[in-house]
């Protein structure tokens, strides 16, 4: 099977083709792993090949009313259902029930894919299980999430996992530049090795500017010391920037956890070459207590963001952790 010259995961798409090949396919799939590596893509591309009224060799025709529904995002037996907000609410569970009451209009098999079902809420995750549990004949649920800690252990048991896996950095690298053919090689280099292997993440935070404020905001993290005042008001001027990104600041904070993880990662390696210059300064700069403290300031950060907590404030209290240098590394 072809799914759109998907690179990188073969072990997801060789479970996949001997799965369609063989017809028989499971009641539900989930598709698990970080953003960014293609699971959502690989999800379309399994549903274009099964409602294709005429595949070929495992591939849609392109051209068969199945095939040209699909592709206009008109095809009545293609539920898709993404988080409405930050998560996917109970009603949408609900409606989704009701829907499965019915036959598919069309095609022989009905194809249901769930996005970022991770971001479930434990009401909508039961929801969903009744679903799993008794699953209506004649129809495939693909539930797309990254990570499966974050899910109902339940739910997880009633699907066939499908890993996929960060890119490695040269792969994710050609990726970046096939799409961002303006970035040179060293630029698409160093954006995949930002985002661990995950291309889709390195587009969407060069396409949001992100990016930069990234930069700038390591930049000054690394930067010669300053006074405290100073300190507090470069920390207070960036959440300033930070709260006013809108949906870039989950990106965002994803980014720097990858840096801080390249931080302590630099503080336990022999050879730290494949380092860049900015964690080899902060390797300097923070002992591992202090940079595992930096890491748990993200995570609490998200937590507040999950619960709409004032982004603002969310954003200057974390600025503030992470312009305090506290005791010089030792």
């Given at each position: ?94 409606n989704l029930k009701k829907a499965l ?146 949906e870039g600041i989950e990106p965002l ?78």
């Open positions: 099977m072809s799914f759109s010259a998907i690179l990188g995961q073969t072990k997801a798409l060789t479970l996949l083709s001997r799965a369609v090949g063989s017809g028989r396919l499971a009641h539900a799939y989930l598709f698990t792993g970080p953003d960014g590596v293609g699971k959502t893509t690989v999800a379309l591309d399994l549903a274009a090949v099964l409602l294709c009224r005429r595949p070929q060799a495992l591939l849609p025709c392109g051209s068969c009313p199945g095939c040209l529904k699909f592709q206009s995002s008109n095809h009545p037996d293609f539920l898709r259902i993404a988080p409405e907000g930050a998560a996917i609410k109970i009603d949408q569970i609900r009451n019915f036959a598919p209009f069309e095609s022989g098999q009905r194809i249901v894919l769930l996005e970022e079902v991770h971001t479930m809420r434990r009401e909508a995750g039961n929801s969903l299980l009744k679903i799993l549990e008794e699953p209506p004949a004649n129809n495939l649920l693909i539930l797309v999430g990254n990570a499966t800690g974050a899910m109902l252990d339940t739910i997880v048991s009633r699907c066939q996992v499908i890993p996929f896996s960060p890119l490695p950095i040269q792969l994710a690298a050609e990726i970046i530049r096939g799409r961002k053919p303006d970035l040179d090689a060293a630029g698409s280099l160093a954006l995949a090795a930002l985002v661990d292997g995950c291309p889709g993440q390195a587009l969407a935070i060069e396409a949001d500017g992100i990016l930069v404020l990234y930069h700038r905001l390591i930049s000054e993290m690394v930067a010669d010391r300053a006074s405290p005042a100073v300190r507090v008001e470069k920390a207070l001027a960036l959440a300033a920037e930070l709260a006013e990104s809108k904070l994803a980014l720097l956890r990858i840096f801080f993880k390249n931080v302590l990662a630099a503080r336990t390696s022999v050879n730290c070459a494949p380092f860049v210059p900015e964690v080899m300064r902060a390797r300097e700069r923070w002992n591992v207590s202090q940079v595992s403290a930096k890491i748990a300031a993200i995570d609490l950060a998200e937590q507040a963001l999950a619960r709409n907590c004032n982004r603002g404030l969310t954003s200057e209290v974390l600025l503030l952790d992470f312009f305090d240098y506290g005791t010089p590394s030792s």
